[in-house]
T-cell receptor, first 113, second 115 residues
Framework: AQSVTQLDSQVPVFEEAPVELRCNYS??????LFWYVQYPNQGLQLLLK??????LVKGINGFEAEFNKSQTSFHLRKPSVHISDTAEYFCAVSETGDDKIIFGKGTRLHILP | NAGVMQNPRHLVRRRGQEARLRCSPMKGHSHVYWYRQLPEEGLKFMVYLQKENIIDESGMPKERFSAEFPKEGPSILRIQQVVRGDSAAYFC?????????????FGPGTRLTVL
């Protein structure tokens, strides 16, 4: 069965510093991978997704993620964070041909002034 | 183009009452998904529906929970005889097609509190 592990429940980082949020998945078949962001008391917004092709995926708000099949990882990165990036970030996976998305438990990103 | 709409945004029920949550998908979207988010947890898939059909309900609790997506009107998630453990945020998402590759667009959620 597929699963998603987000290794860090919280990540504090200073404003304008780089950040990496880690995500590992397990699946026996090919997958689609997603990162969603949830601002306080709001729904989820798609940051980026990997379906196929180039392993480096660029998303909105300056975020990017790299798909590493051998390490079954899909880490999210941003070179310089802003206070407005304070939110919870969810990594998610769906098996190709399946409709449901399996989410990780989320990583809270705290931006320190 | 309005996004996915959910109402109510907040719902308070006493134990034993019924909760009815509504979701209107984005215009042109015929695929609806319901997810539940418990405190300090990620979202958990509950059910996937198309118009008048339940496609996948593998995440639905066996009792008290039901969902529908009628030909006309919003999708409804119904919880009968609510218990404290049902307190959570319930999110609806919609997509124009199926198969997993299409983006699911999420609504703002309904936060259910059971007293």
């Amino acid at each position: 069965a597929q699963s998603v592990t987000q290794l860090d429940s919280q990540v504090p980082v200073f404003e304008e510093a780089p950040v990496e949020l880690r995500c590992n998945y397990s699946s026996s078949v090919s997958v689609y991978l997603f990162w969603y962001v949830q601002y306080p008391n709001q729904g989820l917004q798609l940051l980026l997704k990997y379906l196929s092709g180039s392993t480096l995926v660029k998303g909105i708000n300056g975020f990017e993620a790299e798909f590493n099949k051998s390490q079954t990882s899909f880490h999210l990165r941003k070179p310089s964070v802003h206070i407005s990036d304070t939110a919870e970030y969810f990594c998610a996976v769906s098996e190709t041909g399946d409709d449901k998305i399996i989410f990780g438990k989320g990583t809270r990103l705290h931006i320190l002034p | 183009n309005a996004g996915v709409m959910q109402n109510p945004r907040h719902l308070v029920r006493r134990r034993g009452q019924e909760a009815r949550l509504r979701c209107s998908p984005m215009k042109g979207h015929s695929h609806v998904y319901w997810y539940r988010q418990l405190p300090e947890e990620g979202l958990k898939f509950m059910v996937y529906l198309q118009k008048e059909n339940i496609i996948d309900e593998s995440g639905m609790p066996k009792e008290r929970f039901s969902a529908e997506f009628p030909k006309e009107g919003p999708s409804i998630l119904r919880i009968q005889q609510v218990v404290r453990g049902d307190s959570a945020a319930y999110f609806c998402a919609s997509s124009p097609t199926s198969g997993g590759s299409d983006t699911q667009y999420f609504g703002p959620g309904t936060r259910l509190t059971v007293l």
